[in-house]
């Protein structure tokens, strides 16, 4: 489908009045069988990733892995450092005396996973990301204020200018721009 | 009296007709429109005023040595612990509204979590600074971390003192990522709403391209409310923490198992205190009433008296516990602390913590904005002296009579408390001219639900 039309565009762009009307035609298009799109929403809007059908994401297993890692890095370096490395015999107390490694341990746990879930959703996201096409868009910078957009990319194996703005406009669009690349 | 205490909706959360653009608008231009009110330029002036007093306290301490406070034997621990323990409990109550209250669901956090955010940070930076200055010799402070030296030594990891370096730097690390994270969507907000082409890229910059795609949205969320998650366990961790600074000495008056909870809870007072301390004058200030309603408030006072009473039961414990246990060295700690030469300092926290705070049951209290900021600057002073009365009225008659003295603040100890509290408030009057000082994605969230519920 791929015309040179399509190669100097990145998408098409659609503006709708509010976050209902954007999850309602997101569905549609996404039944349409368009895969390459996305919703752009000045806030988190319900049911809107679930309208591309995009509702599992992998942040609770990174946190997770982030968290195992700190607390065992944690407290083998408290158990290496007391036990093997650098051994104080208080009163013949026993060295590896694990009630007074749990704090240490329970902090780095944290700490670690705190790093898992702030970097790894800005991985995810692939942020930090100075600079994308729609930026080009005049009217985007209202998705950080009260624009509700769908933006379906040249890319999709369906997309067709003029079918798809069609759909778009069908969708209830209240403007369809091109997006520039 | 109670026709609409019952379920908070998103009308009482938030007055007026505002459209997301308007709630937009109307946060974003503090920062942007450049009009900065004239009590803003006079707020600087005296806080950067009392920060060149901290430098100046700071630096003489640097040069002459930490003879230069009260501190001696027996109250080796003097102001700087005593101001440690204040600020970080202050802090927390940050950390509550944004990660606690964002579990509980408690809407009302929205439009004042990013502010009590911004003050848990600026608040545990005044706490942090205490400890190392305290040190004697604060250029030797990285001995605390874990690395390998040279000398071949390790810290040691059983004392309480490396849990609370521990601790404290966790939190200080956790408290700015989150913070940041939820500043991400109102980074590109701003940028997209300034003018200027370096606040553009300032800005632009700071939000790392944010453009509010919904599978963005899905995960922010996700990690956000993971992120609440850790922070929670976290923030009751670090006032247990350092109530163990304490719990796991010997002196009488610190060596007791109700500390951790004690603590936490005191802390929870004292940030709510500081939060409103806060919240009044600049909802005012800023004319942000309908953003920052009086239901605000008064759910903030409800938090503050429950917390209170939680402080209360650890006095009456801590009190009866000295009589119950029949060890002479608990019983007399109580007994001084009451009737010794501190005691109007005990009398004066009792007034300003338990009995001042009961006018908070009254709704009509709770509502009248005056009469919650006086008393807010009441709980926090009552607040500090109970750690001084912790700290410096606990050691100062120990075991044995023969090594008993008194402690007085000297002018430096004075002058490292009142310049901590300048730096503190010169951060926040630069956060709140740079950042927006409330969420403005989570406002407009509340606008659209504010409209789904409107009939």
Same mark, same amino acid.
Not at chain 1, 7 to 30: D, K, S
């Given at each position: 489908?791929?015309?040179?039309?399509?190669?100097?565009?990145?998408?098409?762009?659609?503006?709708?009045?509010?976050?209902?009307?954007?999850?309602?035609?997101?569905?549609?298009?996404?039944?349409?069988?368009?895969?390459?799109?996305?919703?752009?929403? #000045?806030? *988190?809007?319900?049911? %809107?990733?679930?309208?591309?059908? /995009?509702? =599992?994401? @992998?942040?609770?297993?990174?946190? &997770?892995?982030?968290?195992?890692?700190?607390?065992?890095?944690?407290?083998?370096?408290?158990?290496?450092?007391?036990?093997?490395?650098?051994?104080?015999?208080?009163?013949?107390?026993?060295?590896?005396?694990?009630?007074?490694?749990?704090?240490?341990?329970?902090?780095?746990?944290?700490?670690?996973?705190?790093?898992?879930?702030?970097?790894?959703?800005?991985?995810?996201?692939?942020? #930090?990301? *100075?600079?994308?096409? %729609?930026?080009?868009?005049?009217? /985007?910078? =209202?998705? @950080?204020?009260?624009?509700?957009? &769908?933006?379906?990319?040249?890319?999709?194996?369906?997309?067709?200018?003029?079918?798809?703005?069609?759909?778009?406009?069908?969708?209830?669009?209240?403007?369809?721009?091109?997006?520039?690349? | 009296?109670?026709?609409?205490?019952?379920?908070?909706?998103?009308?009482?959360?938030?007055?007026?007709?505002?459209?997301?653009?308007?709630?937009?608008?109307?946060?974003?231009?503090?920062?942007?429109?450049?009009?900065?009110?004239?009590?803003?330029?006079?707020?600087?002036?005296?806080?950067?005023?009392?920060?060149?007093?901290?430098?100046?306290?700071?630096?003489?301490?640097?040069?002459?040595?930490?003879?230069?406070?009260?501190?001696?034997?027996?109250?080796?621990?003097?102001?700087?612990?005593?101001?440690?323990?204040?600020?970080?409990?202050?802090?927390?109550?940050?950390?509550?509204?944004?990660?606690?209250?964002?579990?509980?669901?408690?809407?009302?956090?929205?439009?004042?979590?990013?502010?009590?955010?911004?003050?848990?940070?600026?608040?545990?930076?005044?706490?942090?600074?205490?400890?190392?200055?305290?040190?004697?010799?604060?250029?030797?402070?990285?001995?605390?971390?874990?690395?390998?030296?040279?000398?071949?030594?390790?810290?040691?990891?059983?004392?309480?003192?490396?849990?609370?370096?521990?601790?404290?730097?966790?939190?200080?690390?956790?408290?700015?990522?989150?913070?940041?994270?939820?500043?991400?969507?109102?980074?590109?907000?701003?940028?997209?709403?300034?003018?200027?082409?370096?606040?553009?890229?300032?800005?632009?910059?700071?939000?790392?391209?944010?453009?509010?795609?919904?599978?963005?949205?899905?995960?922010?969320?996700?990690?956000?409310?993971?992120?609440?998650?850790?922070?929670?366990?976290?923030?009751?961790?670090?006032?247990?923490?350092?109530?163990?600074?304490?719990?796991?000495?010997?002196?009488?008056?610190?060596?007791?198992?109700?500390?951790?909870?004690?603590?936490?809870?005191?802390?929870?007072?004292?940030?709510?205190?500081?939060?409103?301390?806060?919240?009044?004058?600049?909802?005012?200030?800023?004319?942000?009433?309908?953003?920052?309603?009086?239901?605000?408030?008064?759910?903030?006072?409800?938090?503050?008296?429950?917390?209170?009473?939680?402080?209360?039961?650890?006095?009456?414990?801590?009190?009866?516990?000295?009589?119950?246990?029949?060890?002479?060295?608990?019983?007399?700690?109580?007994?001084?602390?009451?009737?010794?030469?501190?005691?109007?300092?005990?009398?004066?926290?009792?007034?300003?913590?338990?009995?001042?705070?009961?006018?908070?049951?009254?709704?009509?209290?709770?509502?009248?904005?005056?009469?919650?900021?006086?008393?807010?600057?009441?709980?926090?002073?009552?607040?500090?002296?109970?750690?001084?009365?912790?700290?410096?009225?606990?050691?100062?008659?120990?075991?044995?009579?023969?090594?008993?003295?008194?402690?007085?603040?000297?002018?430096?100890?004075?002058?490292?408390?009142?310049?901590?509290?300048?730096?503190?408030?010169?951060?926040?009057?630069?956060?709140?001219?740079?950042?927006?000082?409330?969420?403005?994605?989570?406002?407009?969230?509340?606008?659209?639900?504010?409209?789904?519920?409107?009939?």
């Amino acid at each position: 489908m791929n015309t040179s039309d399509n190669n100097e565009l990145y998408g098409l762009l659609a503006e709708f009045p509010g976050p209902e009307p954007l999850v309602q035609a997101t569905a549609q298009v996404y039944a349409a069988g368009y895969r390459r799109l996305d919703a752009y929403a #000045p806030m *988190p809007v319900e049911g %809107l990733a679930e309208a591309m059908n /995009f509702r =599992r994401t @992998s942040m609770p297993l990174i946190v &997770l892995i982030g968290g195992i890692i700190g607390g065992l890095s944690g407290y083998l370096l408290q158990y290496w450092v007391a036990v093997i490395e650098y051994p104080v015999n208080v009163g013949g107390r026993p060295l590896h005396s694990w009630p007074a490694f749990i704090p240490i341990t329970f902090e780095t746990t944290i700490l670690l996973g705190t790093f898992a879930g702030v970097f790894g959703m800005l991985a995810l996201n692939g942020l #930090p990301r *100075p600079h994308h096409p %729609l930026f080009g868009v005049a009217q /985007f910078k =209202r998705a @950080s204020r009260d624009g509700f957009f &769908l933006c379906v990319e040249t890319s999709d194996r369906k997309f067709s200018l003029d079918q798809t703005r069609d759909l778009l406009t069908a969708a209830g669009a209240i403007e369809v721009i091109d997006v520039p690349r | 009296m109670a026709e609409h205490d019952n379920k908070t909706t998103a009308a009482d959360l938030l007055h007026g007709d505002y459209t997301y653009g308007t709630v937009t608008d109307k946060i974003s231009a503090v920062v942007l429109s450049g009009r900065t009110p004239r009590s803003w330029y006079v707020g600087f002036a005296i806080a950067f005023a009392l920060v060149m007093l901290l430098l100046w306290a700071v630096t003489y301490l640097f040069v002459r040595g930490v003879g230069i406070w009260g501190i001696d034997i027996p109250v080796a621990w003097g102001f700087a612990i005593v101001n440690f323990v204040w600020w970080i409990g202050i802090g927390h109550a940050g950390t509550l509204i944004s990660a606690i209250l964002l579990l509980l669901r408690q809407e009302w956090r929205t439009s004042i979590n990013r502010f009590a955010e911004a003050m848990t940070l600026f608040a545990v930076a005044c706490a942090g600074m205490f400890p190392l200055l305290h040190l004697g010799r604060p250029e030797y402070f990285y001995y605390l971390i874990p690395y390998p030296a040279t000398t071949g030594v390790w810290p040691q990891f059983r004392s309480p003192l490396m849990w609370d370096f521990f601790a404290v730097s966790t939190y200080a690390t956790v408290s700015v990522l989150f913070w940041y994270v939820g500043l991400i969507p109102d980074m590109a907000t701003l940028r997209d709403r300034a003018t200027g082409r370096f606040a553009q890229i300032t800005y632009g910059i700071l939000s790392m391209g944010w453009r509010g795609s919904a599978r963005h949205w899905l995960r922010y969320q996700r990690a956000y409310l993971i992120l609440a998650g850790l922070a929670t366990p976290l923030v009751v961790s670090v006032h247990s923490i350092v109530s163990l600074d304490f719990a796991v000495s010997i002196v009488p008056g610190w060596h007791s198992t109700i500390f951790p909870p004690y603590f936490v809870a005191g802390a929870i007072y004292s940030g709510f205190a500081m939060v409103l301390t806060i919240a009044i004058p600049l909802r005012k200030v800023y004319s942000l009433q309908d953003l920052v309603t009086i239901r605000h408030l008064d759910n903030m006072a409800k938090v503050m008296l429950a917390s209170g009473m939680v402080v209360a039961y650890g006095y009456i414990m801590e009190t009866f516990i000295a009589w119950y246990s029949g060890n002479i060295f608990e019983q007399y700690m109580m007994y001084n602390r009451m009737f010794g030469p501190y005691g109007w300092c005990y009398w004066l926290l009792i007034a300003c913590n338990i009995a001042i705070p009961q006018l908070l049951w009254f709704r009509a209290m709770r509502r009248s904005v005056p009469a919650l900021f006086i008393l807010a600057l009441v709980i926090n002073v009552g607040m500090w002296l109970e750690r001084f009365v912790i700290v410096v009225v606990s050691l100062h008659r120990d075991h044995l009579p023969s090594s008993w003295g008194m402690y007085y603040p000297t002018v430096w100890d004075w002058a490292t408390l009142l310049g901590s509290l300048g730096l503190f408030a010169a951060l926040l009057f630069v956060f709140i001219r740079l950042l927006p000082m409330i969420s403005i994605f989570e406002m407009r969230e509340l606008v659209e639900e504010k409209q789904e519920q409107a009939p």
